[in-house]
């Protein structure tokens, strides 16, 4: 047996067409709803039929007004069955259907009224069958209950007031028997309608499921999207923060080297130096999405464009990896000292030799010391001005990383000591 | 050109960049202008107006990430002067109050600069 529970579009209630579902189910329960409909009621036309004969084999004549009764009952019937052909129409079949089962039901009365036999109980009791198997919301083994209770009821009453035997089954098989199969088929096909229903709900509910994961999957990426739109924004306003920083420092560039050059030649030569310099460090950083780089890197990429033999630059110690702010001045200053060297110093010759150490002290915050020492160059003699190359190095590391330069001029060659402090800011 | 003059002006350059710096200060000195200090961040900044007599301050809106509106905000509430230096972009840094003062855009321009700090010196603080 089918536990009892609401069919989910069944429902007599007069909602209409439920709202919400898929058309196609929709359709598949109103038709299902008019075949009940039209099945119950060909069993009542049935039945009144089968009562309507025998009244007429075996009372002939004698009691016209039941006869009137069923006739016009079955007419009723027969019209209901008529007009009961679009599925669609689902408040009209159902209303037509109620009104037929009560004209049947008053028929009967009726007739029992009329004729103060079993016929009464029977056929009302055939009508309430029918009526409950057909329209009664609950499950298809209720309605199966419901039925035989009253057909159970019918037996005994007929049994207990017919009095000939021959009358007890006439009305048995003209009655109960359509009955009964008219219900078993009915509870057959609800069990195939809530069977069906139940599919397309499941179906429904996957589809459902699909589209919520979908539409789920769709706002994440339209959220994916918007964070990477604004990432976007931002790196776009970065980037025009670092160019418009880029160019007042170009500027910078130019009217301070313009400031200490003896000849355009001489400016020429030393600005497109320093901007070379920039914009090799600038690709070396923007290549590691500027995070930074390490110290050997940095001293290769600034001082080896100016390497005359594999020997004349020997670099050594301890590395460190250095923040893009860092790089940049330090970067700078590296570049005047190895400019000063190709000019002037050990770089100007063959047989001079430039060696760069380094080490980091493990203090707090730890220190890097860069030791700069020129020899073998040709001799020289301290600068008779202090430009702005020598303020790159001197002061640009001290004023951003709050690095201190020793800069010495010994014969020998040029000797500097940088000692910067790692991981913090300026000061 | 000439008409345009900071002799006798005491002015505090905020500017992370050292060569930005470096160059502000050749330029204003160009004009006869006193740099009485260079700071690259906030703290140097108020240190440097603590020792120091300032007439005007020439204040970059980004200082390594860090924005100059606190220095901004004392001197705007001591009614000291000063003159903003920005890029695009760091403009959204600054308060509504903030946002009518004197700024310029880098790289700046010597003469715009010059005459910046000169209107500011000659309206009354």
Known sequence: ?427 | MSALSLRGVRILIVEDNFVVADALKFLIEGYEGEVVAMAPNLERAFAALARHPVDVSVLDINLNETSVVPLADALHSEGRRFVFLSGYGDLDLLPAHLRDRPRLDKPVEPERLVRALSDLLAAPA
């Not at chain 1, 179906?203 to 789920?216: H, P, Q, S, V, Y």
């Not at chain 1, 670092?242 to 050059?261: E, I, P, Y």
Request: glycine content about 10%; aromatic content about 6%.
């Open chain 1, 1 to 427: 047996m089918v536990p009892p529970r609401k069919a989910p579009t069944l429902s007599t209630s007069g909602t209409g067409t439920p709202r919400g579902g898929p058309p196609d189910l929709i359709d598949e329960a109103n038709r299902l709803l008019l075949d009940r409909i039209r099945l119950g009621l060909w069993l009542v036309l049935a039945g009144v039929a089968a009562v309507f004969v025998g009244e007429l084999a075996l009372n002939h004549g004698t009691r016209p007004w039941i006869s009137i009764y069923q006739a016009a009952n079955w007419v009723i019937g027969a019209l209901a069955l008529a007009v009961l052909h679009t599925p669609a129409r689902r408040q009209f079949n159902l209303a037509v259907a109620f009104v037929t089962m009560l004209v049947t039901v008053a028929a009967t009365g009726a007739v029992g009224v009329a004729a103060l036999d079993a016929t009464t109980p029977v056929v009302l009791m055939v009508g309430l069958a029918l009526t409950s198997s057909m329209l009664v919301p609950c499950g298809p083994g209720w309605q199966l209950g419901v039925v035989l209770w009253v057909i159970a009821v019918a037996i005994w009453t007929v049994a207990s007031i017919v009095p000939s035997p021959r009358l007890f089954w006439l009305q048995y098989v003209g009655t109960i028997v359509p009955t009964l199969a008219g219900t078993v088929v009915i509870a057959y096909a609800l069990q195939r309608q809530r069977q069906a229903l139940d599919d397309a709900e499941r179906e429904r509910r996957a589809r459902e499921r699909g589209l919520r994961d979908a539409n789920r999957r769709l706002e994440e990426e339209i959220d994916q999207h918007r964070r990477t739109e604004e990432t976007l924004r931002f790196a776009m306003r970065e980037l025009d923060h670092r160019v418009k920083n880029t160019l007042a420092t170009v500027q910078s560039v130019a009217d301070q080297t313009l400031r200490g050059a003896q000849s355009l030649e001489d400016f020429s030569h030393a600005f497109r130096g320093r901007i070379q310099a920039m914009a090799r460090i600038h690709s070396a950083l923007a290549g590691r999405r500027w995070e930074g780089l390490q110290l050997g890197e940095l001293i290769e990429l600034v001082v080896g464009p100016y390497r005359n033999d594999r020997d004349s630059v020997s670099i050594d110690g301890e590395g460190a990896f250095l923040s893009s702010d860092l790089v940049r001045v330090l970067g700078m200053a590296l570049h005047e000292l190895a400019t000063n060297a190709a000019k002037y110093g050990a770089l100007s010759t063959k047989a001079g030799r430039l060696a760069i150490s380094s080490q980091v002290e493990a203090s707090d915050p730890p220190r890097l010391r860069i030791c700069w020492t020129e020899r073998d160059g040709p001799p020289i003699g301290a600068p008779t001005q202090r430009g702005f190359g020598m303020r790159l190095i001197e002061e640009a590391l001290a004023y951003e990383a709050g690095g201190r330069v020793g800069l010495q001029f010994a014969r020998q060659g040029v000797r500097s000591e940088i000692e910067i402090p790692l991981r913090t800011g300026s000061g």
